[in-house]
Nanobody
């Protein structure tokens, strides 16, 4: 089973910066070919919402609420994605989740995967 782990969350002052990281790892004996890496977030008592994504070929998309402030980057060959958060606002307080989609190549052939991490908390101090 593909495991996805986020890190980098924490407490930041309004207007400050934070960088989240996420890595996907393959079970022993298999390797991954990731073609979509994305970030979502879920604020207290709200639905999970899209934040940013990147696909093979360098295509990127952002939610309107984070455009110009957040930057997604990563290396699909390493199954690693980052989210640079600048000018953080109180509205950005949420648990941030990483989502990875691709193919896992096992001895029996490729299998599609769509995996989520457990999330990392971002809080903004007042």
């Amino acid at each position: 089973q593909v495991q996805v782990v986020e890190s980098g969350g924490g407490l930041v002052q309004p207007g400050g910066s934070l960088k989240l990281s996420c890595v996907a790892s393959a079970p022993s004996g298999s390797f991954l070919s990731t073609y979509l890496m994305a970030w979502y977030r879920q604020a207290p008592e709200k639905e999970r919402e899209f934040v940013a994504r990147m696909t093979t070929g360098g295509g990127m998309k952002y939610a309107d609420s984070v455009k110009g402030r957040f930057t997604i980057s990563g290396d699909m060959s390493d199954n690693t994605v980052y989210l640079q958060m600048n000018n953080v606002k109180s509205d950005d307080v949420a648990v941030y989740y990483c989502n990875m989609i691709g193919r896992e190549f096992r001895s029996g052939g490729p299998v599609e995967f769509d995996s989520w991490g457990q999330g990392t908390q971002v809080a903004v101090s007042s």
